[in-house]
């Protein structure tokens, strides 16, 4: 458990530094965000650009290898922090380098078919306890 401890520590650091980031990103880009939610694509695109270079670059037999756990802290930290699409985009490439074109599409419209029936769910779940009242505080 121990030796556990200090690569989850550091993950995490990593993972509120990319939180930070992003928030910081967001407030950058507000004023051109009022017709797209250019900030979020920006971070999405700039996520996934960082988490595939720098695991290409970074991997055994690459220019500049790391130690796993160097690449855990980016890889699920900073970039898990800042932008979860950069694994899903890194994942869907992996798929189609690997030759399975068709789990690629198939991981590209589950993953965004499913997370817009989720994010539909939250939304009607939310109204729906909104209009019962319950603020019994």
Not at 43 to 71: C, K, Q, W
Not at 85 to 114: C, H, M, W, Y
Request: charged share 5%; with cysteine; proline share 3%.
């Amino acid at each position: 458990m121990l030796t556990n401890f200090l690569p989850s520590l550091l993950i995490g650091l990593a993972g509120a530094a990319g939180t930070l980031l992003r928030y910081w990103v967001g407030l950058a880009t507000l004023r051109w965000s009022q017709v797209l939610p250019w900030g979020t694509i920006a971070i999405n695109v700039s996520g996934s650009f960082a988490i595939a270079f720098f695991g290409t670059l970074t991997a055994a037999g690459g220019r500049l290898p790391v130690s796993e756990t160097g690449r855990l802290v980016f890889m699920v930290g900073l970039c898990g922090g800042y932008t979860t699409f950069s694994s899903f985009s890194l994942q869907t490439l992996d798929l189609l380098k690997n030759g399975a074109p068709g789990r690629a599409l198939l991981n590209i419209g589950l993953s965004v078919g499913l997370c817009m029936l989720g994010v539909s769910a939250g939304y009607v779940v939310a109204q729906t306890l909104n209009a019962t009242g319950g603020n019994e505080h």
